[in-house]
Each structure stands twice: as C-alpha cells, then as structure tokens.
C-alpha cells in the first residue's frame, strides 16, 4: 500500500521488450533507497512494481502484460519522468489517501488553465470508472493523491498546487495527456460489498435508492 505522496521524480533508464511483456530500469533520482530490497514494492507513476534488482542507483522490475494493457507503462520511452514512492509502513504518515497502486484504467487530460499560482486541470475518466468519483473525494493520478473539485459525467476537475507542480509530473501534463488513474479503493470495495456479483455488469453501480434499500439511508433527509 501507499500514500499518494510522491517521494522523488525519477527516469526510465532502460526498457528490455521480453515475450509478452517488459523489464524496466528506473533511475530513482533523489529517493531515499535504504531499506529497499529485492521484492520490496515501489509505486512507479501509480503502478506498484516489484523490485527484482538493485544496481545502485535505481532498480529493476518486471511489468506483467495484464499492467501494461492497464496503465500508461507501456508507452515509456527512456528518460521519461516518473514519480516513485516506497510502499507505506505503520510509521509513515497518512498524508494522502490509501493507495492499492493497482491502476484501474487510463485517463486523459481534457484541458489545462492556469489558475493564480495553481494549475486546474480538467480530466476524463473512462466510463467504467466514473461512478467511483466524487467531488472533494481522492483520485490517485500518476501515483499522486489528489482532492477532486468538481465532477461532470465522466469529466472532473483537479486544483494542483505549486508545490505538487513542482515535486511531481503534475506539471509535464497538457491536454491530450494520458494518465494512470486509481479510483478511491473504498469507493470500489463498498460497491462489491452491496452489490455482490452484480458489480461486475455494465452500467451497475451505487444509486440512493440501492442505499435505502439496503438500509444505508433512513430517512428523507439523509
């Protein structure tokens, strides 16, 4: 698991193709490797990879063809920015949101405006995953928590920082960009737990009468 807060920006150093699927060098720039060791998780632009070397300066993991037709891993080339945090322990402060680094799908950036000194970013989600987000609820896009500010269908809009501008990729994002996209893991949990098999059908989801009938809600005003 982890936190959404992105611990350093590093680069892809290489990509090794292997059949069906690929290794991936990452220069880990300025995170902090001691402790990490082979197995160990490292949230790589959102996607939780495997740690299977350690040269040095970085490490090495294999990427699974079922996280390459889920992500945005595929389309790295080298010396590409990515943000890396270390899986959280029970000694790590919870800034963010509790993040799985299992990503969902891949979004887009729809537009980009400035905003004073922040940045507002107007993203699409893909269709399926767009119940699962709520205004001023959490999104983790490229591995960084973020607040949602405003939803419309499959369209939200996302206020970012100087701060996160700067330490993260945030800023590298223009329209057109694709994005890796986690939705809130509560979000989806909660669907399964009240829908049961159901979850897994096309167009299902949450409503407030499905709410009241499983006694979530009581009253008119709830």
Request: proline content about 2%; overall charge negative; some cysteine.
């Amino acid at each position: 698991m982890f936190t959404g807060i992105i611990q350093a920006v590093g680069t892809v150093a290489a990509l090794e193709p292997r059949t069906g699927d690929l290794r991936l060098r990452i220069h880990t720039g300025s995170l902090d490797l001691a402790g990490l060791a082979l197995g160990d998780s490292v949230a790589t632009s959102g996607v939780c990879l495997t740690v299977v070397a350690l040269p040095g300066d970085g490490f090495w993991a294999d990427v699974s063809a079922e996280t390459l037709a889920c992500s945005c891993t595929g389309s790295l080339k080298i010396g590409h920015q990515v943000n890396l945090e270390k899986a959280l322990t029970l000694a790590t402060p919870l800034g963010g949101h509790l993040v799985s680094g299992h990503v969902d799908g891949i979004g887009e950036v729809v537009s980009r405006r400035d905003e004073g000194r922040s940045v507002r970013f107007r993203m699409r989600a893909p269709d399926s995953l767009a119940r699962y987000i709520a205004a001023k609820g959490s999104v983790c896009v490229d591995g960084i928590s973020l607040t949602v500010n405003r939803v419309e269908g499959a369209e939200f809009e996302l206020n970012i920082v100087p701060h996160t501008l700067r330490e993260t990729t945030m800023g590298n994002l223009q329209a057109g960009s694709a994005f890796n996209l986690e939705v809130d893991i509560i979000a989806r949990y909660l669907e399964r737990l009240v829908l049961g098999e159901q979850a897994a059908v096309t167009g299902a989801g949450i409503t407030r009468e499905l709410l009241q009938r499983h006694g979530f809600l009581h009253g008119a005003n709830e």
